[in-house]
């Protein structure tokens, strides 16, 4: 299935390693590198910001898909464009404005995304899908890798595809995504897979392959 693609989320990742991480994974089958920015407001923890971000994208050759857990969003975005981010996903809980926020992504030359917590319902991206690239489903509450997948999100996800026609919109589910999980998503219309803990779990920088096999696994289940 070319149209799907899977983007391992660094979160699960050696953060003492991010570049070897990074080039391990994409060796191994990635299609795009996922990068989880949280500021301890908008979600109760703390990862990294565009000073870090810059300095992995020369490691990436693939799409690298910056995932906002902040508030504000607009006074990062520049930095977060500099930083050379691909797409850019801003949460539409994050404050009043989220148009003008999809303006400025597109504005500063990425593509935008928007991400909705579980309990958002799909309308409240209605009047946007005009202007974005990306709609990112949270499966699992925003903030921790490792997290059980919310199952009441399938049915998000089947009224975005609705919604969205034949639009070149990307739908996205992150959280909670395993060979299990991954096969629901991709019935109800989703093409992009986040998958940190999953696809991370038994293999390292030295052994590498375990992330291979645990890509290889999402999709194979995807298959059928
Ligand atoms: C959660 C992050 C996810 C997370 C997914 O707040 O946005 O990208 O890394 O991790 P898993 O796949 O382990 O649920
Ligand atoms: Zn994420």
Redesign the pocket.
Known sequence: DRNLKIAP?I??ADFANFGAEIEAVEAQGADWI?V?VMDGHF?PNLTFGPPLVKAIRKHIKTVMDV?L?IAPVDPYIEAFADAGSDVLTAHVEAGPHIHRTVQAIRGAGMKAGVALNPATPASEVEYLLDMVDLVCVMT?N??????KFIHSQIDKVRQLRAMIGDRPIHIEI????TPETAPLMREAGADVL?????VFKGGSVADPAPYGSNIRAIRTACDT
């Open positions: 989320s979160l699960s996922h989880d979600v995932h857990m699992v925003p903030g921790f890798g490792g997290q992150d959280g909670g995504i986040v998958a940190g803990s999953a």
